[in-house]
C-alpha cells in the first residue's frame, strides 16, 4: 500500500502541527496501531483558517462556473481512480467491511460528479416586482467553511459536505472525527492533485475537544457544516449563535421500521436486519425501533431472526464479510452496557448480545423483545448492533408513539396500501423516511433530520443553497 497519509493538509502541502502532537490509530479488527496522525492544536487551526480564507479571496471564488466545474470532475475522476486506496484505507482505520467501503468511495467519487455538474444549472430568479424596473437574486458563496465530520463514515460524509461547499465557491477547512482521518487526508491530497488551489480545501486531524471551539467561533469561519452527536451539536450551535454564524447540523437519531401485516413480510423480515445491522449498527439512520402490526409479530421476529443470525460479522478486509466490528473499544462497551439495561429488567435477548472473537471488537447482532417504551434501548440512540421489536395494534397510537421521540431522522415503511402509506409517511415526523425499503440515502436528494436530529440539509440542490447566502439585486428601469 502507498505511504499513509500523516501529518496535517494545510496550503496544498502536508505539513508537521505546530506543536508536534500526534494521536495513535488503531485498527478495530486487530487491535494493533496502524500508525500515528499528527493532531492539530489551535495555532494549526488559525493558520489553515487564514490560508483558506486568503485562497477564498485571492481567486476561488473569482472562478468561472466553468472553471470550478473543471477541478471539481477531475476530483471526481482521480477520487475513482483511487477507490480501491480509499476503500483499503477505511477498512484498516474504522473496520468497515471492504465491500462497503469500495461502495461508499465511489459514493464519494459520485458526490463530486454531481455538484460538479450542479455548478452551472445553479440559478438565481427573476421577480416580477411592483415597481417596474428588474429584480433578480444571485446565490453567492460565504467564505470559508468549517466541516466537522464523524467517524463512521468518514469518506463520504466529508465529501458530500466538501464538495457543495467548494462548487458554491467557498473553501474549507474539514475536520475528519480522530478516529478516522485517513481518508480525510488522503482527499485533501487528491483535490490538491486534481487542480484545485493550496488553501481552498484544508485537512485537520486533532481532537475536537481541543480545537473545536477555535473553529467554529474564528471570526473568518462563516458557516459551521457538522455531522455528529446531538450533544455537541447543540454545543456548535450556541457558540456559533453569538457570531450568528450560518450552520447545518445532521445529528443522531433512533429511527423507526414500522412494518403492517398487509406488506410482503417475508421481504420486509429479510431486508429489515440491515437496515439496522449495516456499519455494525455505527449508523445516525439505523432503523432500531421495529414497529410490527400484532397479527404479523410472530412470523416478522422469525423471519427477522433468521436473517440476522445469517449475517456474516467476519474480518472486515475479507470479501465475504457483511458485519464487521465496532470502531473502538469505548464504543463497544457503550453497547454492551445498553444490552447489559436490557437483560437487568428481564427483557428477551432473542439473538446476540455476546463478543465474538479474541481480537477485534466484534459484538453479535443482537434482537431484544418485550421492551416497554421508557427503557433506555427502545428510547436512546445506542450506536451499535442492537435492535428491539415491539407489536402495535392501533396505527394512529403507533404513529403518536413513533413520534414520541427527541429524534426525527430517517424510518422505514411496510405496507401494499397506498393510501394507508401516504397517511403515514406524511405524519412520521423525521426527515427522509422510505416506502417498502430500507435504504435513505440519495445523491440527488435532500438529507437530514427533523428536531433534535438536524438543522439543514445534506446533499442535493439544498445542501448547495446551504453553502451559499441569497442577494437580491434591484435594477432601476
Ligand atoms: P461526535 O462525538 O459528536 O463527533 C463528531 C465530530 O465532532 C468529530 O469530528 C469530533 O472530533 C468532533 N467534535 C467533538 N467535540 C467537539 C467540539 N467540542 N467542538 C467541535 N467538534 C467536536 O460524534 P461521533 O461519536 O463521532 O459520531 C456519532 C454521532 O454522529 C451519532 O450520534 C450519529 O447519529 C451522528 N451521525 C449523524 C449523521 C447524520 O447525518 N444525521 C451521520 C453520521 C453520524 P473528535 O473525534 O476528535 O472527538
Redesign the pocket.
Same mark, same amino acid.
Given at each position: 500500500m502507498n505511504e499513509l497519509p500523516t501529518q496535517l493538509f494545510i496550503n496544498g502541502e502536508f505539513r508537521k502541527p505546530a506543536k508536534g502532537k500526534s494521536m495513535p490509530l488503531v485498527n478495530p479488527a486487530t487491535e494493533e496501531t496502524i500508525v500515528e496522525v499528527a493532531a492539530a492544536t489551535g495555532e494549526d487551526v488559525n493558520s489553515a483558517i487564514e490560508g483558506a480564507h486568503r485562497a477564498y479571496r485571492q481567486g476561488w471564488r473569482d472562478l468561472t462556473p466553468g472553471e470550478r466545474t473543471e477541478i471539481l470532475f477531475n476530483i471526481a475522476r482521480l477520487l475513482r481512480e483511487n477507490c480501491e486506496r480509499i476503500a483499503q484505507l477505511e477498512c484498516q482505520n474504522v473496520g468497515k467491511p471492504i465491500s462497503d467501503a469500495r461502495d461508499e468511495a465511489g459514493l464519494g467519487a459520485r458526490v463530486f460528479e454531481y455538484y460538479a455538474g450542479a455548478i452551472t444549472k445553479f440559478t438565481g430568479q427573476t421577480i416580477p416586482v411592483s415597481r417596474g424596473g428588474f429584480d433578480f437574486t444571485l446565490r453567492q458563496p460565504m467564505g470559508v467553511v468549517a466541516a466537522?465530520?464523524?467517524?463512521?463514515?468518514p469518506f463520504p /460524509?466529508a465529501c458530500w459536505k466538501v464538495a457543495p461547499a467548494l462548487a458554491a465557491g467557498n473553501s474549507v477547512v474539514l475536520?475528519?472525527?480522530?478516529?478516522s482521518p485517513l481518508t480525510a487526508l488522503l482527499l485533501g491530497q487528491i483535490a490538491h492533485q486534481a487542480g484545485l488551489p493550496p488553501g481552498v480545501l484544508q485537512v485537520l486531524p486533532?481532537?475536537?475537544?481541543e480545537i473545536?471551539?477555535v473553529?467554529?467561533t474564528h471570526p473568518l469561519v462563516r458557516k459551521i457544516s457538522?455531522?455528529?452527536?446531538?450533544? /455537541?451539536?447543540s454545543?456548535?450551535m450556541e457558540l456559533a449563535s453569538r457570531g450568528l454564524k450560518r450552520i447545518s447540523l445532521?445529528?443522531?437519531?433512533k429511527s423507526p421500521n414500522i412494518v403492517f401485516a398487509d406488506s410482503d413480510l417475508d421481504r420486509a423480515a429479510t431486508l429489515s436486519p440491515m437496515s439496522v445491522f449495516a456499519n455494525t449498527g455505527q449508523d445516525?439512520c439505523a432503523r432500531s425501533r421495529v414497529f410490527v402490526e400484532r397479527s404479523a409479530f410472530d412470523r416478522f421476529v422469525e423471519v427477522f431472526t433468521a436473517a440476522t443470525q445469517q449475517l456474516r460479522v467476519e474480518n472486515p478486509t475479507g470479501e465475504t464479510c457483511q458485519i464487521g466490528p465496532l470502531v473502538s473499544a469505548g464504543q463497544r462497551n457503550v453497547v454492551e452496557e445498553f444490552v447489559s439495561s436490557a437483560r437487568d429488567l428481564g427483557r428477551k435477548i432473542v439473538t446476540g448480545g455476546d463478543r465474538l472473537f479474541d481480537k477485534g471488537y466484534y459484538l453479535k447482532p443482537t434482537v431484544i423483545l418485550q421492551v416497554e417504551p421508557n427503557d433506555r434501548v427502545w428510547r436512546e440512540?445506542i450506536?451499535g448492533p442492537v435492535v428491539c421489536i415491539r407489536p402495535f395494534d392501533d396505527e394512529a397510537a403507533m404513529i403518536e408513539e413513533v413520534n414520541d421521540s427527541p429524534y426525527g431522522?430517517s424510518g422505514s415503511l411496510w405496507t401494499n396500501d397506498l393510501r394507508r402509506a401516504l397517511r403515514v409517511a406524511r405524519r412520521v415526523e423525521s426527515g427522509v423516511l422510505s416506502i417498502n425499503s430500507h435504504s435513505s440515502l440519495h445523491v440527488e436528494a435532500p438529507?437530514?433530520?427533523f428536531k433534535q436530529?438536524?438543522l439543514g440539509r445534506?446533499l442535493g440542490m439544498s445542501a448547495m443553497e446551504g453553502y451559499t447566502e441569497l442577494k437580491n439585486v434591484y435594477v432601476a428601469e
Open positions: 466537522i465530520v464523524p467517524w463512521n463514515f /460524509i475536520k475528519p472525527a480522530s478516529q486533532g481532537s475536537g475537544q473545536g471551539d473553529l467554529v457538522f455531522t455528529g452527536s446531538t450533544a /455537541i451539536g454545543r456548535i445532521e445529528l443522531g437519531g445516525c440512540e450506536f431522522l438529507f437530514g433530520g436530529s438536524g445534506d
